[in-house]
């Protein structure tokens, strides 16, 4: 180095420290950075994961929610139809009270005229009765009196009483 002056070594050592701390400066401050960097980002992966297990969470939720609901309108269309079922089923008996009253108050209007047409055969009878205890006592009578008609009729010599 003897040829190059010493104003210029000097120079050219004052920008080799100056290079060397500049170097050793950047360094730290990278260093720094990227270390404030590199836990930003881990504090970021980290609440990304904390995010990532929620929305898991509330996926499996959603899925959940979402079967209940399928199983909710599985039973409510259960429930419909059946529903339905009952309805035409309350109409079907609702008609068939309807022709078994229209049957009863039939059966009701037959019985009530069977019961005054028995009322009716009832007296008839009754009378019957009484007009055939009538007739049969006239009988009685018409018997004793023929009796005693061809009685008085053999004493009479006529032989031919008994053919009446």
């Known amino acids: 180095m003897s040829y190059i002056k010493k104003n210029a070594t000097l120079f050219i050592f004052f920008l080799l420290v100056l290079s060397i701390l500049s170097l050793s400066g950047s360094t730290i401050y990278f260093q720094k950075t990227m270390t404030v960097l590199n836990d930003n980002i881990k504090e970021k992966q980290h609440d990304i994961n904390k995010l990532t297990s929620k929305v898991s969470i509330l996926e499996i939720n959603v899925e959940r929610m ?24 309350s109409k079907t008996l609702e008609n068939e009270k309807t022709v078994l009253e229209e049957a009863f108050f039939e059966t009701k209007t037959l019985y009530d005229d ?16 009484e007009n055939y205890a ?28 008994e053919d009446y």
């Open 114 to 129: 069977l019961l005054i047409e028995f009322g009716k055969l009832n007296t008839t009878y009754s009378n019957s009765s």
């Open 66 to 89: 979402e079967d209940e609901i399928n199983l909710q309108r599985r039973i409510e269309a259960n429930l419909t139809e059946q529903v339905t079922g009952v309805k035409i089923l």
């Open 134 to 161: 009538g007739l049969q006592k006239n009988y009685t009578r018409l018997y004793s009196d023929v009796e005693d008609i061809c009685a008085a009729a053999v004493s009479l010599n006529i032989t031919d009483c």
